[in-house]
């Protein structure tokens, strides 16, 4: 097989297998949580910054702000929980998905192995009542795995003398932010996205610099998910959906213009290439969180009514 074919089928297997291996774990994570996990969101979020903390915790977790996001519209059009709360939760996931880069630039290597390993044995071995939580454990591993093969597929890249001519398309903020959304869009996971990046940067195959437009575009992508689960549900469970899309971009505006000093101070840190784009993921998701939690008291009367407007008859 002609190598540069064999070589690009490896680079996506690994892609694919990091894609599964989060979203067979986020499944498992939920259903173990089960309805205990719903009653107490809604238990525990009766302030705006409470539920920002618990949907930040739960995203943490679960690894997935698109399934916490459509879990909460979901929840919301239930009446299981208040429109309010559903606002922190949704302003909160998008802190918690920043783990995932850190995770991915701490390059904790060696950690794949062993936790599949102990996982696929608990699943086998342990009591029947137990074995579940061994799944979890043995997709938390896959994820890992997976990123280390993403990472030893695009290594070459970074020494290929081909690599030149893409420079000018690899150096392009726009593209990079296009692409972040699209293939975000695509996969249905900014985890998945934020962790290419982070991993891309690491192995010099893209700057830093490019990279991080590249999460940004994720933040966009990734609100696809809830307005493709809000679509057949209610007028809340959309108008929540929309709210998601909307805080995203805002954050992204953020990102793009008064957050360029800040941004330019972390890319021009000691930090690694790796933990650049982290930081950056983290401190503009960050950032716009604070700003929505200190603005919520302020415009909730105007969302509110929006959230709750009645549709028209007739």
Request: proline share 4%; hydrophobic share 55%; charged share 10%.
């Amino acid at each position: 097989m002609n190598t540069l074919l064999l070589w690009g089928f490896s680079v996506l297997a690994a892609i694919f297998l990091f894609l599964h291996g989060l979203e067979a774990f986020s499944d498992e994570v939920t259903r173990l949580g089960g309805e205990r996990l719903r009653h107490a969101l809604a238990r525990i979020t009766r302030s705006d910054w409470r539920a920002a903390l618990v949907g930040g915790l739960v995203t943490a977790v679960v690894q997935s702000s698109s399934a916490v996001t459509s879990m909460v519209v979901g929840l919301a059009h239930k009446r299981t929980l208040s429109a309010r709360a559903a606002v922190g939760l949704i302003v909160g996931a998008n802190v918690g998905t920043t783990l995932t880069a850190w995770l991915v630039a701490y390059k904790l290597e060696g950690l794949g192995p062993i936790f599949v390993t102990l996982g696929g044995a608990w699943s086998l071995l342990a009591p029947r009542p137990w074995r579940a939580y061994g799944k979890g454990i043995f997709y938390f591993g896959l994820i890992f795995l997976a990123l280390d093969l993403v990472a030893q597929s695009l290594a070459p890249l970074a020494h290929s003398p081909q690599i030149g001519a893409w420079q000018p398309l690899l150096q392009s903020p726009g593209l990079a932010l296009l692409f972040g959304t699209l293939l975000t869009a695509f996969v249905q996971s900014s985890s998945v996205v934020s962790g290419l990046a982070v991993v891309a940067a690491s192995q010099r195959v893209v700057d830093p610099a490019v990279a991080v437009w590249m999460v940004a575009g994720a933040n966009l992508g990734t609100t696809s998910t809830a307005l493709l689960a809000s679509a057949s549900l209610g007028p809340l469970a959309r108008r929540l959906a929309s709210f998601n899309a909307a805080f995203n971009g805002f954050g992204v505006l953020l990102f793009a213009t008064v957050l360029q000093p800040l941004i330019g101070a972390v890319l021009a840190s000691s930090l690694t290439p790796a933990q650049q784009v982290a930081m950056v993921h983290t401190v503009f998701n960050l950032c716009a969180a604070l700003a929505a939690l200190l603005a919520l008291p302020w415009i909730w009367p105007r969302l509110q009514a929006l959230l709750l407007r009645e549709p028209q008859t007739g």
